[in-house]
């Protein structure tokens, strides 16, 4: 199948979860997850009219966006993050959504160019609850919050996770609710909040009729990564 061809698919995948799921009138933004893809790739769906991107390395990130810099693409940072590269990343990415300590938001908010105007943060949730996984505990969530709020070059605009990687259903069902209510109880205090993060290429579906409003998409887009 062609790029035009699986970027066909993965809309109307997502404009028909968004049609079944009960009362969602808000968007679902696609963000095409390119680690490991061709800046052609990128550029060939930029064409087609994508223009949210997700790297998670950062050094093949900024390579990226330094040749793709003519266009207007809208970067989003989806990887681990090292206090030793916070600079580089605040001052390369739009959106940051695997915010996981005060202190790297800190050193973000610090770093961030003030002509680039606020970076927009997700905070990661552990859904799961696995120990080795990236994300706070919900019950972490509302003092994290209340920390990043205060960040002059930050602003909070949501809740993001990455689930159990498993096909049950159930599983995923339960995990992507918790974190719509997580999300809704959260917007009650912040009103920047308009992003929940959250649904890939196996389990989109799942996500946008709990809720989500933007679906993260690699393999489904691209193709099979490299593995390196
Ligand atoms: C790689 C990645 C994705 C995309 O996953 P696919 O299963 O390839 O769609 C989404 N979110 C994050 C955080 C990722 O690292």
Redo the contacts with the bound molecule.
């Keep these: 199948m062609s790029l035009v061809q699986r970027y066909q698919q993965v809309l109307s995948r997502i404009a028909n979860a968004k049609s079944i799921s009960h009362g969602s009138a808000h968007p679902v933004t696609l963000l095409a997850?390119s680690?490991t893809h061709s800046i052609n790739k990128i550029n060939e769906l930029y064409q087609l009219g994508q223009r949210h991107f997700?790297e998670?390395y950062l050094q093949e990130a900024e390579q990226k966006i330094t040749e793709l810099a003519d266009l207007d693409i809208i970067w989003h940072y989806?990887?681990p993050i090292q206090s030793n590269k916070t600079r580089a990343i605040a001052q390369n990415f739009h959106w940051v959504q695997t915010i996981e300590r005060f202190k790297i938001a800190q050193r973000l908010s610090k770093q961030r160019p003030q002509s680039l105007g606020p970076l927009n943060i997700c905070i990661q949730i552990n859904i799961s609850n696995e120990p080795n996984k990236s994300g706070i505990e919900p019950q972490a969530l509302n003092a994290l919050a209340a920390e990043i709020a205060q960040l002059p070059n930050l602003t909070l605009r949501g809740l993001m996770c990455?689930p159990k990687n498993t096909d049950d259903q159930e599983q995923l069902t339960k995990q992507f609710c918790t974190m719509q209510e997580l999300y809704n109880t959260l917007k009650l205090t912040y009103t920047t909040l308009d992003t929940l993060s959250m649904g890939?290429?196996?389990d989109l579906e799942l996500a946008i009729n709990q809720g989500s409003t933007m679906v993260?998409?690699?393999?489904?887009l691209f193709g099979q990564r490299i593995t390196q």
């Design positions: 997850v680690k997700g998670n989806i990887g990455i890939m290429s196996g993260r998409v690699g393999t489904d």
